[in-house]
């Protein structure tokens, strides 16, 4: 008796793969692993983020942004009040300058660009130490998909900013999304740097990292080695973003 072919699984379009990575994500980056494809994910976020980046340059009184992060440093506001009235004038208006620009150049070019570094590194990792080869195509793909969390970011992000009074907006925490929210005003930096990092997105991505490296050669990774490595390589980036904040600050 001829024995029947098993054909392969369905691996979908792109648009079906952006929805599966946030509600049918294993399956999803199964698929992935099979068929790696990232330029339409890459393409959604950084759209979505140059949206971000449109709304809050209407929105925001940058000026006054400026202003409260000052207050938010006590060593940079000691400094500042350090200055003769008319350089302290300068100092402000020249920074309200710059911000906008850095906001529009970082919405336009930080998410492929994040995602570029993200990818290339947990490639080195994951071949280097976890022993699990794959090609940069597919580590580009797994990370691309698994930062669709944070387009829900952005897309709340740009209702507060539509809907809220600019005036009480935190520009660095605008979703409330991590624990710096609980801190009081003029905590130290370093101190807001770390609890910042524990942002509720960002778990949700480092998890589904995991699926996707996993869904590589799931004999073997697995999701908690996957998830273990991931988490060790953010620990280090986010003590090491502490240190600078503790340095500088």
Not at 36 to 47: A, D, G, S, Y
Not at 120 to 131: I, K, P, R
Not at 136 to 149: D, E, N, Q, R, Y
């Amino acid at each position: 008796m001829a024995s029947t072919a098993i054909p392969p699984a369905e691996d979908g379009n792109s648009l079906s793969r952006i929805f599966g990575a946030l509600f049918s994500p294993k399956p999803t980056f199964e698929s992935i692993a099979r068929r790696p494809t990232w330029i339409l994910p890459m393409l959604v976020i950084t759209l979505i983020s140059i949206g971000g980046g449109i709304v809050a340059g209407h929105r925001l009184d940058w000026r006054t942004v400026v202003e409260q992060q000052i207050q938010k440093r006590p060593s940079a506001q000691r400094r500042v009040e350090q200055l003769p009235p008319e350089q302290r004038e300068q100092m402000l208006a020249q920074q309200a300058k710059i911000i906008p620009i850095t906001v529009y150049a970082a919405s336009f070019a930080g998410p492929p660009i994040v995602m570029l570094v993200i990818g290339a590194v947990f490639l080195g990792v994951f071949n280097l130490v976890s022993g699990v080869p794959m090609g940069f195509k597919t580590s580009l793909s797994i990370v691309a998909h698994a930062w669709m969390p944070q387009v829900i970011n952005s897309l709340l992000a740009i209702v507060i900013l539509c809907l809220k009074d600019p005036a009480t907006i935190d520009v660095q925490n605008i979703v409330a999304s991590n624990l710096a929210v609980f801190l009081p005003d003029g905590a130290a930096t370093w101190m807001s740097t770390l609890l910042g990092a524990l942002d509720l997105f960002s778990i949700w991505v480092m998890l589904l990292m995991a699926l996707g490296y996993q869904a590589v050669n799931p004999r073997k990774l697995t999701f908690g080695k996957a998830l273990g490595t991931i988490v060790g390589v953010w620990l280090i980036l986010v003590l090491l973003r502490v240190g600078l904040a503790a340095a500088f600050s």
